[in-house]
């Protein structure tokens, strides 16, 4: 059956550079045909004047919570908090509980995903085993189990000797190694982003130089290693610089930066907001315009989320005692549209940040519109202002530092495998 | 003025009217009967989740002066008990239908967390590495009284300004004031960007000495001079101790401030602690007089 046609939407997509208006059909799940004024009659049509239509979005970082932390999120609140920000891959890290370091949960994590999620979820396992940092984990097993990736986040491999051996083996699964860069020493207690705002405030600073001294010795693994390294959300202008330099060399290094990275600096944390504390921190102006450029000129391949939900309770306490982190699923389009329009990007590579750039990053099957690919893809509203409620979020969570704020561009309908799986117009 | 979270965010005016308000209460402390009617019925909750007795006590007599009914809430353990938000103790506290809110705390930003979350003012009396600004204004006062006004005046501080709330409101007050601040300490004791607030560093007790006309000496925690920022209380004692040399350099008759308790023979000799120049006993009575104002201000008739 002739299954699904999208009307005069303004195709944007980035593996061919593609951007124009056009009709693109779905049968089967796949792209069956991408054209102007398409011939026949499908069974369903989307109207889509006026509105983009894009790759689905691929987050090669999120934190899914399932298992163990089932009331901050699960796979099924996760996914839908995806599909909202059109987002038809997510790459879950292994922080869970128990930890994903053995093919029966990574395993486990899939069938549920089968059982409940909305889009694609993939598991990232962890390096080391229970992200002790001491032993490594059955890459070559938990390979074959369906892990895209291999990371510690949210702890860091502390002995330089470890991580060289993680990189080593798990080049021979060639899959990437993840590494969340602060050195746990020099970050100390520091809650925020060291200089002056947390001078001002009184909380004990991180200094930038917690980053990119690790991203300077990661760097030097991987090129020892030869292995695939993977830098999370980079924050620090330096790490950029170094990564630059790295790439130059050629090291096989890839990395992402988040969207609250991109758009907010320390300045935020000012009010003692609890949802603006993350790891790595919110750093200086200078510092975003570093990531931003980084971004622009490919040293940072994407842009990741970060997504870490944690419940109201968990971050209505003192700033110290408040959980590192935010969820960034649902808002993501609209962050990438605001640096669109401070001129560091074009819009066609805003959606190549999002799509095709982290499926490239990960040698991931998706971010491309071509015909035969997978029918995941999304539809844009680009001129749509909203200001986030947390009843607007799907997530389990709330805890977004976008909330109440203006933002521009919004997802209204996700597609995977062409089903419809979120529809802003209908709510669902 | 609904709260007194801090002294960034007060304009001049409002420091020096707090400032007039607190040497009109000063009268009230020297008097025979040293209580007035003005806060008859107020209820004031004292709320240290850090334990102080100094400042928990200037509060409580400052209240007991205007006539109002102080209670003190301490906690017992380090902060909030485990679970509790603090969404869940502001609205504890509004159930006591209390009129007033004095927080001290060991981490920065409680009671700009709370006042965001009741409906009643919040007076900082101390969070974390932050703020405390009643310690503030009792130094202006007790450097007014010196001097009559700090405009063009030097102050110098001293001691270990990153970790010192003490330190930053009275930079913040004397700045806005039109004196000259300047910090002084080892490297690892000045924190990073702070010639943002308009203040000048010194790593040599002598450079910062030369010349001012008033001191403020930090009390130097023993955990600081142990852990990595300090080698060691000698080496302290030996370079950065306020003594009558070193007190020398500053100008003649120039004022010594300490926030109290102090640590004889760590940062501040007794020669000098002891001595005509010290202001360490002025402070304490303009401690209770500001916190008088304080009060008087926030809950009083005139708002
Ligand atoms: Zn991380």
Redesign the interface.
């Known amino acids: 059956m002739s299954g699904l046609r999208i009307r005069k939407a303004r195709v944007l997509d980035p593996a061919s550079g593609r951007d124009e208006e056009l009709d693109l059909e779905v049968e089967g799940g796949r792209i069956s045909a991408l054209g102007r004024d398409l011939p026949g009659r499908p069974e369903h049509v989307v109207e889509a004047d006026g509105l983009w239509l894009a790759p689905g979005f691929v987050d090669l970082h999120s934190h899914l919570r399932e298992p163990g932390q089932e009331y901050k999120e699960d796979i099924a609140s996760g996914s839908l908090a995806a599909a909202a920000g059109g987002f038809t891959t997510v790459c879950c890290m292994a922080n869970t509980d128990p930890v994903n370091d053995s093919p029966a949960i990574t395993e486990y994590i899939r069938r549920r995903a089968r059982e409940s999620a909305r889009v694609r979820v993939r598991p990232i396992a962890a390096a080391t085993q229970g992200l002790r940092g001491e032993i490594m984990t059955e890459m070559i097993s938990l390979t074959k189990a369906g892990a895209v990736a291999f990371s510690d986040d949210g702890e860091v491999i502390r002995d330089a000797a470890v991580m060289r051996r993680v990189l080593e083996y798990a080049r021979g699964v060639d899959r990437p190694v993840i590494a969340h860069c602060e050195d746990p020493d020099l970050r100390g207690a520091g809650v925020m982003h ?12 991180s ?1 930038a130089e917690a980053e990119s001294v690790m991203v300077a010795r990661d760097l030097e693994l991987a090129r020892l290693s030869g292995a695939h390294l993977h830098i999370a959300h980079v924050s620090a202008g330096r790490s950029v610089e170094l990564i630059r330099e790295a790439k130059e060399r050629g090291v096989r290094v890839t990395a992402e930066v988040t969207p609250h990275h991109l758009t907010f600096t320390d300045e935020i944390v000012r ?2 907001d609890t949802n603006a504390k993350m790891a790595p921190p919110l750093r200086s102006a200078r510092d975003r315009e570093a990531l931003r450029e980084g971004l622009a000129d490919g040293t940072l391949d994407c842009v990741a989320t970060d997504h870490a939900p944690h419940a109201a ?1 968990e971050k ?6 408040a959980p590192f982190g935010v969820v960034g699923l649902e808002t993501a389009l609209p962050a990438l549209l605001a640096v669109v329009r401070s001129g560091a990007l074009s819009e066609l590579e805003a959606v190549a940040k999002l799509s095709h750039a982290p499926a490239r990053a990960f040698g991931l099957r998706a971010g491309t519109l071509e015909v035969g690919a997978l029918a995941d893809f999304v539809l844009i509203a680009p001129e749509l202002a909203w200001k986030p409620e947390p009843s607007d979020l799907r997530s389990r969570s709330k805890n977004s530092p976008f909330l109440r704020r203006e933002l521009v561009g919004r997802v209204v309908g996700t597609f995977v495998a062409g089903e419809r799986v979120f529809d802003l117009g209908t709510g669902s | 003025m609904r709260h007194l979270l801090g002294i ?1 965010g007060l304009s001049r005016e409002e420091i020096l009217r707090l400032l007039d308000t607190a040497e009109a209460m000063l009268e009230i402390s020297q008097r025979e009967v040293k209580r007035v009617p003005t806060l008859r019925g107020k209820t004031i909750v004292n709320l240290f989740l850090e334990p102080s007795t100094r400042t928990r006590v200037s509060f409580e007599i400052a209240a007991k002066r205007l006539s109002a009914d102080a209670i003190n809430l301490q906690a017992s353990g380090s ?2 008990s485990k ?1 509790e ?3 869940d103790m502001a609205s504890n506290l509004e159930a006591m239908n209390v009129d007033l809110l004095v927080v001290r ?1 060991r ?4 009671p ?2 709370l006042a ?1 979350r009741v409906r009643i003012p919040v007076v900082n009396a101390g ?5 405390h600004p009643t310690q503030a204004l009792l130094d202006a006062l007790t450097l007014r009284q010196s001097f009559g006004s700090l405009e063009g005046r030097v102050v110098a501080i001293v001691g270990d300004i ?1 970790h010192s ?1 003490v330190a ?1 409101s009275d930079l913040l007050v004397f700045s806005a004031l039109g004196a000259e601040v300047r910090v002084a300490g080892p490297p690892t004791m000045i ?4 010639e ?2 308009g203040v000048k560093p010194y790593f040599s007790l002598e450079d910062a000495l030369a010349g001012a006309d008033a001191v403020v000496v930090l009390r130097i925690q023993q955990e600081r001079l142990e852990g990595a920022l300090f080698p060691g209380e000698r080496e302290y004692a030996q370079n950065w101790s306020l003594t009558r040399r070193t007190l020398a350099l500053a100008k003649p008759e120039a004022a010594v401030l300490h926030p109290g308790p102090i640590n004889r023979g760590v940062e501040i000799a007794s020669e000098v602690a002891d001595a005509e120049p010290s202001r360490i006993l002025d402070q304490v009575t303009n401690g209770v007089a500001v916190r008088m104002a304080v009060l008087y201000q926030l809950t009083g008739s005139e708002q």
């Open positions: 060291e200089g002056g705002c947390s001078t001002a405030c009184g909380l004990t600073g200094p009010n003692y309770y209505d306490v003192e700033f110290t005692a | 960034e902060s909030l679970k938000t603090l969404a705390d981490t920065a930003g409680v700009k967390m965001d969070d974390g590495a932050h703020e990153a709330r930053r924190p990073p960007g702070i943002a607030l």
